[in-house]
């Protein structure tokens, strides 16, 4: 089966500057995720959607970070304004409803100038 | 807060087993035990899981430990390939988030 898409795969802008990516999960995985990952930590959740609906957003910066999920398939994060603290690799991650094993996408790499 | 206590790094001769320890002394009844990996610029690759039996798969083998405080992955003939962040996470049923913490860095040697 076809993995997770994301795109784009690098990505450099100046702060203050907006970008958004992209996801494109596993083919009937209700259950979709962003994580930021940080040069040298773990990666971090950031949003997770069931269907379109949000589940969880706790950790999401709302002031500047926004997600949807339309018709409960693909995914864009979008962040405006970006600051240099964004700079990090963002992960999309889909799995079946109610499932315990995450797939993840290769990930969006942002540089922040 | 993570709930899980690994060693930073390791090195590990190809060919050899590696054995990777995780300490999870405040797990719960109802909590699993997860282990993934992440190669460089990859995202993270789902390994095993379990509760309280040991597992194994085609990729790794699991060990329990009967009071479930620890736990130790092994990779049974490591390979270069292998080298890789791999991240120890407990994870309770109908809990959805995959909560990471910086995991062991391990590095095989040929």
């Known amino acids: 089966e076809a993995g997770v898409a994301q795109s784009p795969r690098y990505k450099i802008i100046e702060k203050r500057q907006s970008v958004a990516f992209w996801c494109n999960p596993i083919s009937g995985h209700a259950t979709l995720y962003w994580y930021q990952q940080i040069l040298g930590q773990g990666p971090k959740l950031l949003i997770q959607?069931?269907?379109?609906?949000?589940?969880?957003d706790s950790q999401l910066p709302k002031d500047r970070f926004s997600a949807e999920r339309l018709k409960g398939v693909d995914s864009t994060l979008k962040i405006q304004p970006a600051k240099l603290e964004d700079s990090a690799v963002y992960l999309c991650?889909?799995?079946?409803?109610?499932?315990?094993?995450?797939?993840f996408g290769a990930g969006s790499r942002l540089t922040v100038l | 807060d993570a709930k899980t206590t690994q060693p930073p790094s390791m090195d590990c001769a190809e060919g050899r087993a590696a054995n990777l320890p995780c300490n999870h002394s405040t797990i719960s009844g109802n909590e699993y035990v997860y282990w993934y990996r992440q190669i460089h610029s990859q995202g993270p690759q789902y390994i095993i899981h379990?509760?309280?039996n040991n597992e194994t798969n085609e990729m790794a083998s699991l060990i329990i430990t009967e009071d479930r405080k620890s736990s130790t992955l092994i990779l049974p003939h490591a390979t270069l390939r292998d080298t890789a962040v791999y991240y120890c996470i407990v994870r309770a049923t109908g809990d959805y988030k995959l909560s990471f913490g910086a995991g062991t860095t391990v590095t095989v040697r040929a």
């Open positions: 991650a889909s799995s079946l409803a109610g499932a315990n094993v995450l797939t």
């Open positions: 379990g509760l309280k």
């Open positions: 959607f069931q269907n379109n609906g949000v589940v969880d």
